[in-house]
C-alpha cells in the first residue's frame, strides 16, 4: 500500500428499511448486517471494512431514524444520530420518489446540521423505470447541495462501483485502520444472535411485532463441531406460543434457517440450542437493553 492509499468512515442514513443493510452487504460480499422486510431492523451500528488497492472504507451501517416510541427506539436513534459526527462521508439513502415526507425531512435536518460531506444514494432504481430516475435527482438537488448523487440497486449492484468511486474522493489519504481481510469488528456471537434474530422476523412474519431480542447464553468450540445455545426473548407470554409453534415446528424451522447461516460464517459445523423466555417490556428496560447489547455508546 503505498501514500496516495486512503482510509476513512462512511456512514449509512436513512430511514427504516431504505435497503442500507442490503447495501452494506452487497459490497462487503458477505451477509454481516440482517435484513427484512420490517422496518428497524438493524439496531445497533454495525461495521464492516471495505479494503481495495486504492483505500479501505469502513461502513458504519445505522439503525433506521425514525420516531422512537420506546428506550430501545430512542437509543437506535441517537445511535444514528451520533455516528454521523464519526465519518468521514454520510451516505443518505432513499426511496425512488418525487415525494419527500415528514422522515426524509427531518433526517434532512440533522445532515444540514453536520459538516460531513453527504452523498445522496436513490436506492431500489431496479424498481422504476431508468428515465424517471433524473426526476428523482431533481427533487432532492433542490432541498440539500449534496457532495454527489448516486443512484443504485443495492439488490442487484447497479452501479455500487460508481459509489465506492465517490466515497473515496472524501477520504483522507492515510493508512489502513485495519487488516486487509477483516470485514467486520462485530463479535462472531453477536453476528450469530443476529442471524437467529433474522430468521425470526422472516419465520414470523406480521404475527409478532419487533418486540424480540436474542441473547447467545453459550458459544464453546469442540474439534468439528460449534455448540450455541440461544434464547429468543419475547414480551408477551401469547408471542411466546407463536415462536414455538405446534409441536414446536416454527421454532425447529428458524434453528434449521439459522444454523445454515451461522455454519457458513463459522466455517465449522454448528450445534444449534434454541429457547423462547418472555421479558415484559425489555424495549423499555435499561437493564435488559444492555444485557442484549444495544448499549449507549453503540457499541456491543
Known amino acids: ?20 443493510s442490503t447495501l452494506m452487504n452487497q459490497i462487503i460480499g458477505q451477509k454481516i448486517a ?14 464492516t471494512v471495505y479494503t481495495s488497492e486504492e483505500g479501505q472504507i469502513i461502513f458504519l451501517d445505522t439503525p433506521g431514524i425514525h420516531k422512537a416510541k420506546n428506550k430501545l427506539g430512542s437509543y437506535m436513534v441517537s445511535v444514528a444520530e451520533g455516528t454521523i459526527r464519526d ?38 432504481t431496479d424498481t422504476v423505470k431508468r428515465e424517471e430516475v433524473l426526476l428523482f435527482i431533481d427533487t432532492y438537488r433542490k432541498e440539500m447541495e449534496f457532495a454527489e448523487i448516486v ?20 477520504l483522507p489519504y492515510g493508512p489502513a485502520l485495519y487488516d486487509e481481510d477483516t470485514v467486520t469488528d462485530q463479535p462472531q456471537r ?3 444472535a443476529e442471524l437467529i434474530r433474522e430468521k425470526a422476523l422472516r419465520c414470523l412474519e406480521e404475527e409478532i411485532p419487533h418486540g424480540i431480542a436474542v441473547s447467545i447464553e453459550r458459544m464453546k468450540w469442540r474439534k468439528k463441531i460449534v455448540d450455541i445455545e440461544a434464547v429468543i426473548v419475547c414480551e408477551k407470554s401469547s408471542h411466546k406460543g407463536i415462536i414455538i409453534g405446534r409441536g414446536g415446528a416454527m421454532l425447529k424451522k ?14 465449522q459445523q454448528v450445534n444449534l440450542q434454541l429457547w ?23 457499541r456491543n
Not at 440497486?153 to 473515496?168: K, V
Not at 428458524?254 to 466455517?267: F, N, Q, V, Y
Open 1 to 20: 500500500m503505498d501514500n496516495r492509499f486512503k482510509s476513512g468512515v462512511a456512514v449509512l442514513i436513512g430511514r427504516p428499511n431504505v435497503g442500507k
Open 254 to 267: 428458524i434453528g434449521t434457517l439459522a444454523r445454515a447461516d451461522i455454519e457458513e460464517m463459522l466455517e
Open 34 to 47: 440482517i435484513t427484512s422486510k420490517k422496518p428497524q431492523t438493524t439496531r445497533n451500528r454495525i461495521r
Open 276 to 298: 423462547v423466555k418472555v421479558k415484559k417490556d425489555w424495549r423499555d428496560s435499561d437493564f435488559l437493553l444492555k444485557n442484549f447489547g444495544y448499549q449507549e455508546d453503540g
Open 151 to 170: 443512484p443504485v440497486s443495492a439488490l442487484t449492484g447497479d452501479n455500487t462501483d460508481t459509489l465506492l468511486t465517490c466515497i473515496m474522493k472524501y
Open 190 to 192: 453477536q453476528i450469530a
Open 87 to 124: 465519518a468521514d462521508v454520510a451516505l443518505w439513502l432513499v426511496e425512488p420518489s418525487t415525494f419527500i415526507g415528514a422522515g426524509e425531512r427531518h433526517i434532512l435536518s440533522v445532515l444540514e446540521q453536520s459538516r460531513t460531506p453527504v452523498i445522496l444514494v436513490i436506492n431500489k
